[in-house]
Nanobody, 123 residues
Framework: QVQLVESGGGLVQTGGSLRLSCAASGRTFSSKSMGWFRQAPGKDREFVSSVMPSGSITYYADSVKGRFTISRDNAKNAVFLQMNSLKPEDTAIYYC????????????????WGQGTQVTVSS
């Protein structure tokens, strides 16, 4: 059974930092893209960032570019999201995802999902 388990969410003040982790089990994702989406209350799930299998090619939403950094450790079957200079508008549930089959911006392109971790940024 494939599982993606996120951790590292929490409550932080504006300008603070958090590091999200996603541990995968049940299969290896070293040859597959992995990524992060988020969903705020009342809003659609939106793309945050993704990373290609080698780890050297990354994509970011404009809203997080320059503040968030995605990375992966294929030996540990894990992906990470370092979030700096957090803003209240970053408040959302953050979801780890893996295996992309189309447009990386679209949630439907991704096959596997974690349960999510809450990130709350206070003003």
């Amino acid at each position: 059974q494939v599982q993606l388990v996120e951790s590292g969410g929490g409550l932080v003040q504006t300008g603070g930092s958090l590091r999200l982790s996603c541990a995968a089990s049940g299969r290896t994702f070293s040859s597959k893209s992995m990524g992060w989406f988020r969903q705020a209350p009342g809003k659609d799930r939106e793309f945050v960032s993704s990373v290609m299998p080698s780890g050297s090619i990354t994509y970011y939403a404009d809203s997080v570019k320059g503040r968030f950094t995605i990375s992966r450790d294929n030996a540990k079957n894990a992906v990470f999201l370092q979030m700096n200079s957090l803003k209240p508008e970053d408040t959302a549930i953050y979801y780890c995802t893996a295996v992309r089959g189309g447009d990386y911006l679209q949630p439907l392109s991704w096959t596997y999902w974690g349960q999510g971790t809450q990130v709350t940024v206070s003003s």
